[in-house]
T-cell receptor, first 116, second 114 residues
Framework: GNSVTQMEGPVTLSEEAFLTINCTYT??????LFWYVQYPGEGLQLLLK?????DKGSNKGFEATYRKETTSFHLEKGSVQVSDSAVYFC???????????????FGKGTKLSVIP | DAGVIQSPRHEVTEMGQEVTLRCKPI?????LFWYRQTMMRGLELLIY????????DSGMPEDRFSAKMPNASFSTLKIQPSEPRDSAVYFC????????????FGPGTRLTVL
């Protein structure tokens, strides 16, 4: 089956520090990969995505590259801010032919706290 | 667009009572998803619909849970009877297309069953 493994949190960083949140996956077929972010008291929202190998997703200074050879999609940001404090979810989806069926799998989430 | 709308935002009920959660997806989105989030189990997909038809309900915990989508702009998740272990945040999400497309989440309903 499909699965996503991301590093356990919580992660605490000082402002302007470099961030890496590791994410690896196992999947049948050709998955699309996503990072979602959840701010306190809110629903998840898409941060970035990549739909094929070697694609790089980027948004708000965050980046992640779809590495098929290492089955990874690590999230990085060069300089975090206090406003980046949130829970980050890695996810994959695999589509199956017929009836619009697909499977979406989320990791358990990594809580990031950025202190001034 | 107003985004995905969920109601109520908070629900407190007593064990044994029926609970109905409501969701209005983004107009034009063909897929609708119901999730449950708890500290212990994380984010779980309960069921999803394509063009109002349930496609996969394997995540629905048991017969006490049911979901309907009578039309393209409305869905309900019902729990009857509710139990304390159902306490969680329930999210509704919608997307335009499948697999590669972004899911747009609502703000969630925080359910507390006493």
């Amino acid at each position: 089956g499909n699965s996503v493994t991301q590093m356990e949190g919580p992660v605490t960083l000082s402002e302007e520090a470099f961030l890496t949140i590791n994410c690896t996956y196992t999947a049948t077929g050709y998955p699309s990969l996503f990072w979602y972010v959840q701010y306190p008291g809110e629903g998840l929202q898409l941060l970035l995505k990549a739909t094929k190998a070697d694609d790089k997703g980027s948004n708000k200074g965050f980046e992640a590259t779809y590495r098929k050879e290492t089955t990874s999609f690590h999230l990085e940001k060069g300089s975090v801010q206090v406003s980046d404090s949130a829970v980050y979810f890695c996810a994959l989806s695999v589509g199956y032919s017929g009836a619009g069926s697909y499977q979406l799998t989320f990791g358990k989430g990594t809580k990031l706290s950025v202190i001034p | 667009d107003a985004g995905v709308i969920q109601s109520p935002r908070h629900e407190v009920t007593e064990m044994g009572q029926e609970v109905t959660l409501r969701c209005k997806p983004i107009s034009g989105h063909d897929y609708l998803f119901w999730y449950r989030q708890t500290m212990m189990r994380g984010l779980e997909l309960l069921i999803y619909f394509n063009n109002n038809v349930p496609i996969d309900d394997s995540g629905m915990p048991e017969d006490r849970f049911s979901a309907k989508m009578p039309n393209a702009s409305f869905s309900t998740l019902k729990i009857q009877p509710s139990e304390p272990r159902d306490s969680a945040v329930y999210f509704c999400a919608s997307s335009f297309d499948w697999s590669t497309d972004t899911q747009y989440f609502g703000p969630g309903t925080r359910l507390t069953v006493l």
